[in-house]
């Protein structure tokens, strides 16, 4: 059974780093061809997709949150992380974790992706 589980703080301070990692079971992050992304939604607003690290360990930022975006994986531990740096009450949001099996060139987050994590709350205050 595919399942994805995002763990992290869900307290971060302003001008701090966010560093969630979500963990897959079920199978193998290095399984070809599959793509694993961070997405987010701030409340009252749509799903944002972040990035991705692909099966091979190529690594895929959007342009608006490059910047400030570490996505990075211990294949030992079948996990990825998101570290998003420098965040604002902004960056509040629902954070998931997600896998799609077609490169992140994606145009409807909610059927691109096959499997997601529950999300986990992250509120960025001080």
């Known amino acids: 059974q595919v399942q994805l589980q995002e763990s992290g703080p869900g307290l971060v301070k302003p001008s701090q780093t966010l560093s969630l990692i979500c963990t897959f079971s079920?199978?193998?992050?290095?399984?070809?061809?599959?793509?694993w992304s961070w997405i987010r939604q701030p409340p009252g607003k749509g799903l944002e997709w972040m990035g991705a690290?692909?099966?091979?360990?190529?690594?895929y930022y959007s342009p608006s949150l490059k910047s400030r975006t570490s996505i990075s994986r211990d294949t030992s531990k079948n996990q990825f992380t998101l570290q998003l740096s420098s965040v604002t009450p902004e960056d509040t949001a629902v954070y998931y974790c997600?896998?799609?099996?077609?490169?992140?060139?994606?145009?409807?987050?909610?059927?691109?992706?096959?499997?997601w994590g529950q999300g986990t709350q992250v509120t960025v205050s001080s």
């Open positions: 997600a896998r799609a099996d077609k490169p992140p060139y994606y145009k409807d987050l909610g059927a691109d992706f096959g499997s």
């Open positions: 079920g199978g193998s992050i290095t399984t070809k061809f599959y793509f």
């Open positions: 690290i692909a099966y091979s360990g190529d690594i």
